[in-house]
């Protein structure tokens, strides 16, 4: 048997890890009854910001190179067979499902019900804990020269979320001595998270014998025969969902992770982000798509661009709110597609080129307005400087990417020429009456950003 | 000592190659009587499309990885070592200089007056042989397993340049059996590229023991050991450049390298790379950068924009021709930059921004002189959608590219899209006298080419 382990990434081939690990199983089997079951969803199938725990385990072995899974049921068997076929179908992995009629005596029947199907290390994850995929690929990449097996576990006892509900391990260099929810001398705790070969299931066998069910009396078995390791996650996260208050704290995670402050522009960070998480944090809920939050934030654009050419101070106001509206909202495909794994590259594609027209719609309105009550012609030749400045900082920068492979220093300049802060500019200006001119400021500060990219350009 | 070889670019690390060819020695001594010399110009400082011969060897040796050089002077060898010394700074390349006094006995003694500096394989070509970087990197990826020497042979030996001049090379099974001037029978041609070690030294001097003084005698001696083996280059380019008829076949060869078809629209392929092409044979005698190209060719659109403002005929039709010959001259900067070996990112990246500019300038223009005899809105409307379908085109395919990490396929919609077209259709319609009804049909069909991206994206 092969004790070797590896990420199966491809991007680790030539180190000297094997590629043999490539199963998940997952503990789904549990009735979970501290979490208030809602009506026809069972705990595994419980939404954490719109998507189900269970699918989050999922994704986040995915992320860590593993597609191929078995999933282990007991409680209300049929519900959960359906709903896992239709996970493998979404997300495109392989889910294979055993049925454990014993579920009931301790989660350490539900992992021997698999016993036949495991003849290589594997991966073992519980259907209710979230991790971080980090967490589980560093474990992935621990090298093991025998065959033991290794069982994630978090030092930080003092800052663990329900320390009374968690399984404690006691662990003397990386040997682990013991386990159990009751341990009075501790040094780590269990995450959930396991690497094991199939000699966890002589140990669950001997462990029922003794009387005992649980996964975590197996893993006693091996811990006295010194064939037990502890790897140390550090500072990742992972969160046993099992309370409405662990629930909650699971979404703020969640929610933390959304943020992308070292792209943001100033506006974006301080004031659009945090308007537009709690908006998204609201749509996740909902089956709305990013490429839908996509098109309602530039049909709410091209409304502000028309109502630019209305005249009279209401309508320009209302105007500047309506594109500021969109900058905000512009926020929330990224962030629900990073929230619900459901970012495309066409997404990201799309909502690039729907600003770029959106930018031009809403300085063409403008220019129109203003010439309106000033039909001379520097105001079209002010109006195609400002938005030919709006579209060409974004097309230095792509092209700054293309030529050099990075992009381009977010410096102070390319920060004023952003997006969020233009439209924001304008908005300012709508509030005075005065949008025409704010345009015109930023047109300015973008047409000086190109040239700022170009001399970076130089620079190389 | 080693016998095993490989290029130094790195990329080959892992391969059962020993990367220990690391210096190239460039024969340089002799007078090139054929080629009639010119005032202070010697035969390796003779220019072919602005840069000299050496140059052009240097450089196909870089090319193909290798930055070493050790050249041997004979004939007047102060004027070359000061040129060599300038060559290495440009080039930023390594240039160690080795004067043979004996060089008039022949070429066989430059050689051997390198044997102190060379303890490793090494590359052999002569300072006025031009042949393709790929020619090179091929020998050099040859796998020889014993301490072997290889001639790179050119078997297309009917249609090889001056056969009369040209040394054959007789072989049988990869071995080379014979070598000379007036070899009877042959089945190659000496290119004049060889992949040697330091067992040459003995060759030659055993040679020079019985007269010989040639490369070619000790090449002999080592071919009648059975340790000279011919590498067949194949369909790759070389050529001795010793006479004033192998100059001119120089020059066509390099012009032919500069066209780029496969990135090219129709007007480009068919009407200004030819011209284009001619141009910039006639610029690479000159010291004209690439970057100042860009900049005449941007100053020219701007004249002609700033004549679509003219009213009449007759500036239009001049504004038409200046746009037009700003989209060839366009052309020039990047074949100078291949010609020449002068290309840079940032050369790329200012033509392309400048490229923006030049048709915003142009689209500008082209809408205030129709508005003049048209003052309605909607003429800078139209002017608006224009423009900023000629920039967001471009911006579409860097985004694309920058999104699949590929060009978007260059089919039909947005070849039409492409710069050369446009000016061209402008240029068309300053001729009929409606530059501004042009201008719009090549805008609609930039926006309609943006939407068939999106719709190439969708499908990734």
């Known amino acids: 048997m092969e004790a070797a382990v590896g990420i199966e990434s491809g991007k680790d081939k030539g180190s000297r890890q094997r590629l043999t690990v490539r199963k998940v199983v997952i503990l789904a089997a549990g009735r979970g009854s501290r979490l208030r079951e809602r009506k026809n969803e069972l705990k595994p199938m ?28 007991g409680y209300k068997p049929k519900p ?13 992995v392989d889910i294979d499902v055993v049925e454990n009629p014993d579920w009931e005596k301790g989660n350490g029947t539900s992992l021997l019900a698999c016993c036949r199907k495991l003849t290589e290390p594997f991966v073992l994850v519980m259907g209710d804990h979230l991790f971080e995929p980090e967490l589980l690929a560093g474990l992935l990449r621990v090298d093991s020269e025998d065959d033991s097996c290794f069982l994630a576990i978090d030092r930080r006892t003092e800052r663990v979320f329900d320390l009374r509900g968690a399984t404690k391990v006691a662990s003397r260099s990386g040997c682990i001595t013991a386990i159990g929810k009751d341990l009075e001398s501790y040094n780590g705790i269990d995450t959930g998270v ?27 078995e091996l811990a006295a025969e010194g064939r037990m390791q502890a790897y140390d996650i550090g500072e990742r996260f992972w969160l046993d969902v099992d309370t409405p208050r662990s629930l909650r704290e699971a979404k703020r995670h969640l929610a933390r992770q959304v943020d992308k402050p070292s792209e943001d522009g100033f506006i974006a960070r301080y004031l659009n982000r945090p308007l537009s998480i709690r908006l998204s944090l609201l749509l996740a809920h909902t089956p709305v798509t990013p490429n839908t939050i996509t098109l309602i934030s530039f049909t709410i654009a091209l409304l502000g661009a028309w109502l630019f050419t209305r005249q009279g101070y209401l309508p320009v106001l209302f105007a500047g709110v309506l594109i500021q509206g969109s900058s905000i909202i512009d926020g929330c495909d990224g962030e629900i597609a990073r929230l619900k794994a459901l970012g495309s590259r066409f997404g990201a594609f799309f909502d690039t080129l729907l600003d770029r027209y959106a930018d031009l719609a809403i300085a063409t309105g403008i220019t129109y307005g203003f010439w309106l009550t000033h039909p001379e012609f520097w105001v079209w030749l002010a109006g195609i400087g400002a938005l030919s400045g709006f579209l ?15 992009p381009p220093p977010l410096s102070f300049l390319p920060r004023l020429a952003k997006r969020d802060l233009r439209l924001f500019v304008i908005f300012l200006g709508a509030v005075v009456g005065q949008p025409f001119f704010a345009m015109l400021g930023v047109g300015v500060i973008s047409h000086l950003a190109v040239f700022w990219i170009l001399v970076r350009g130089r620079r190389n």
């Not at 709903?83 to 179908?89: E, H, K, Q, T, V």
């Not at 396991?194 to 975590?216: D, M, R, V």
Request: glycine share 8%; net charge positive.
């Open 46 to 73: 419980r939404r954490v910001l719109g998507l189900p725990l269970l699918e989050r385990v999922v994704l986040a072995c995915k992320a860590a190179g593993l597609s191929d899974f078995l999933v282990v049921t």
């Open 194 to 220: 396991f690497l094991l070969t199939p000699a966890i299931f002589q140990a669950l066998a001997k462990a029922q014998a003794k009387g005992g069910y649980g996964l975590s009396d197996g893993i006693a």
């Open 392 to 406: 060409l900082t974004s097309y230095a920068k792509k092209e700054y990417q293309l030529r050099f492979q990075k």
């Open 80 to 92: 959960m067979r359906s709903f896992l076929a239709r996970l493998a179908r979404k997300r495109s």
